[in-house]
C-alpha cells in the first residue's frame, strides 16, 4: 500500500509538473519566435515581401488562449516590424492558440502551424487573407533557422530553393540579432532590480 501511495505521488507531481514545463517552454518559443521575425524581416527578402503585404501600422498579435502567452507586432512605414510590449488594445489581426498542449504541439514542432489550423486548434480573429500572410511569414522564418529534418516537420512545405549555404549565413545573422536583442535586456533588468532593492529599503 506504501508502494501505491508512493507511485500515485510522484505521477500526481509529474502531470503538475508538465502544464508548467508547457508553459514555461511556450513563453519562451513565442518571446524568440517575436525577435526572430523581426530580425529575419529585414534579413531575408521573401520574408520583408510578406511582411510588406500588410498595411503600415497594421498590428498583429499571436496569443494562447485563456490568457497565456502572447506577442504583439507592428508594421512600420517602411515595412519592418517592432514589437509592442504591454500592448492592450485590438490587434488588427489575432492568432489564437485555443489552448496550451496545442500551442506545445506547434512549438515543439510536432505539428505545423498550417496543420493546427486543418485540426481547429487554432483561430483567426481578422481577415483571413492576413492570417495565412502571417502563417506563410512564420513558415519561411523556421525553414530558415530550425534544421532541415526539423523544419520539414514545421512547416508544410519546405522551400526546394533554399539553398544550405543561404540558410546558414541568414539563420547565423537572424539568431545573431535575437540574442543581441536579449542582451540589450540586460541593464534594464539590472535597473529594474535595483530599484526593486532600494523600495525594499526605504520601505523598512
Known amino acids: 500500500m506504501n508502494n501505491l501511495a508512493v507511485q500515485k505521488s510522484s505521477v500526481s507531481s509529474i502531470q503538475r509538473f508538465i502544464p508548467t514545463a508547457q508553459k514555461a517552454y511556450v513563453a519562451l518559443m513565442m518571446d524568440t519566435i517575436a525577435r526572430a521575425l523581426i530580425s529575419a524581416s529585414q534579413v531575408d527578402g521573401e520574408l520583408k515581401e510578406e511582411v510588406s503585404g500588410f498595411p503600415a501600422d497594421f498590428i498583429l498579435q499571436m496569443i494562447v488562449l485563456p490568457k497565456g502567452s502572447s506577442f504583439t507586432l507592428q508594421v512600420q512605414a517602411d515595412k519592418s516590424l517592432k514589437r509592442l510590449d504591454n500592448f492592450t488594445g485590438k ?114
Open 91 to 204: 490587434p488588427d489581426l489575432s492568432v489564437k492558440f485555443k489552448h496550451l498542449t496545442h500551442a506545445f504541439l506547434v512549438f515543439s514542432f510536432q505539428e505545423s502551424t498550417s496543420r493546427a489550423f486543418a485540426n481547429d486548434r487554432m483561430i483567426a480573429d481578422g481577415e483571413v487573407s492576413y492570417a495565412i500572410r502571417l502563417v506563410r511569414c512564420l513558415n519561411k522564418l523556421e525553414a530558415l533557422i530550425l534544421p532541415k529534418q526539423v523544419a520539414k516537420l514545421a512547416v508544410k512545405r519546405y522551400p526546394a530553393s533554399l539553398s544550405l549555404g543561404e540558410k546558414a549565413s541568414k539563420a547565423a545573422k537572424i539568431y545573431a540579432n535575437v540574442v543581441s536583442s536579449y542582451v540589450d535586456l540586460i541593464p534594464k533588468a539590472t535597473q529594474k532590480l535595483n530599484n526593486q532593492m532600494n523600495n525594499s529599503r526605504l520601505n523598512k
